[in-house]
């Protein structure tokens, strides 16, 4: 069997590359599924199963949307190898926090890590050229799948460099490419309209979404890809404050959830947009007793102390602030604080909580 880190020593110049099967892990947050599982950067991924359902893993567009199938139904097996050792790694219902690339050829591979290094030397159109070069290096070797992966790796890339311009160009390309490849074109338009969001254009965001929903709704109808659909759609339209239009997306979703994946992830982040439909709304008993403590529960039991219970806690917290109640709303906010400076230090996330307690602590006094 072959490793992830040997090179083709018989490839010369003038031969195309041999793509392998497999994809080869690139990097695992921490505190998430992947992390405790015991995956680790270099391991190669090759399959996947949980109970009687199985498959082969052949690019990290089918890791997305094994996660997004399986995951939330229960424990789900990743095999393949480390090294020569064969491996099988168990992940959680929670995220997986996980990140890989196509097993490609070394005289590809370098190259694409020399676009990465680009890019965090802040050197982007030296690393818009070097994307483009091994992209068009994976169409001459007639691999049409990693040429998708790469320009759409070059999208997030400059996204989270916040070279927007770029960006955009990239994931257009990416999505073109991927036009026969329902699985991957859902991965990058949600990718996408979550880039939107980080940019300040939610008209985009919403947009994107609106796309991968009706792709996922052609490819599945009532499946778990269109339920994430359908809640990442119904965030968006919230998020402009178009509650009315939001809401029977988030019911939809959560229907389909109730159905295939009951107290999962996916259903609390249903229950909890429409927990802030109705807090806008100005239901707030609906909001935190229909709504919000169920999902805090899910969320709990699911992977406790985790970011989504911070989020939900902070929901709490706004409730009772609304309600007057400023001790329980400050006690909510502390929680969530002590969450997002263990798990997400630095982040916005962060500085919300520290900006929240700050004004509940203000209006106590």
Same mark, same amino acid.
């Given at each position: 069997m072959y490793s992830p880190n040997r090179s083709n020593k018989s490839t010369r110049s003038h031969v195309p590359p041999v793509f392998k099967q497999g994809i080869v892990v690139e990097s695992i947050s921490d505190h998430s599924e992947a992390s405790k599982a015991g995956l680790a950067e270099g391991d190669l991924l090759l399959g996947w199963s949980r109970g009687n359902a199985k498959?082969?893993?052949?690019? =990290?567009?089918?890791?997305?949307?094994?996660?997004?199938?399986?995951? =939330?139904?229960?424990?789900v097996s990743l095999m393949g190898f480390r090294g020569d050792a064969n491996r099988t790694w168990v992940l959680g219902p929670g995220r997986w926090s996980l990140k890989a690339h196509p097993q490609v050829p070394s005289e590809l591979l370098a190259p694409y890590r020399a676009s990465q290094d680009a890019i965090v030397a802040h050197q982007f159109p030296q690393a818009e050229d070097m994307f483009n070069a091994v992209a068009t290096a994976a169409t001459r070797a007639g691999c049409s799948a990693v040429m998708t992966w790469l320009l759409f790796h070059a999208a997030d890339a400059f996204a989270d460099a916040k070279e927007w311009k770029r960006a955009e160009a990239f994931y257009v390309r990416a999505l073109d490419s991927a036009k026969t490849d329902p699985s991957a074109a859902i991965s990058i338009l949600r990718a996408w309209a979550d880039a939107s969001v980080r940019h300040g254009d939610l008209v985009s965001a919403e947009r994107h979404d609106r796309m991968a929903m009706q792709i996922a709704a052609r490819a599945g109808p009532d499946s778990l890809s269109l339920a994430e659909s359908l809640t990442a759609l119904g965030s968006a339209l919230t998020d402009e404050g178009k509650l009315k239009e939001a809401h029977p997306y988030l019911v939809k979703a959560r229907q389909i959830d109730e159905k295939l994946a009951p107290d999962s992830l996916p259903l609390a982040a249903d229950i909890n947009g429409l927990a802030i439909i109705e807090d806008e709304r100005g239901q707030l008993d609906q909001a935190e007793k229909d709504y919000q403590r169920r999902a805090l529960s899910?969320?709990?039991?699911?992977?406790?102390?985790?970011?989504?219970?911070?989020?939900?806690?902070?929901?709490?917290?706004i409730v009772a602030e609304e309600r007057g109640d400023l001790d329980k709303a400050t006690d909510y906010n502390l929680k969530a604080l002590a969450i997002r400076e263990k798990l997400a230090p630095g982040s916005r996330a962060l500085a919300v909580s520290l900006n929240t307690l700050g004004d509940s602590v203000i209006l106590t006094r």
């Open positions: 498959g082969d893993v052949n690019s =990290p567009f089918d890791l997305s949307t094994i996660e997004t199938q399986q995951a =939330p139904r229960g424990q899910i969320r709990q039991k699911i992977s406790p102390d985790s970011l989504p219970v911070a989020s939900t806690e902070q929901d709490l917290g």
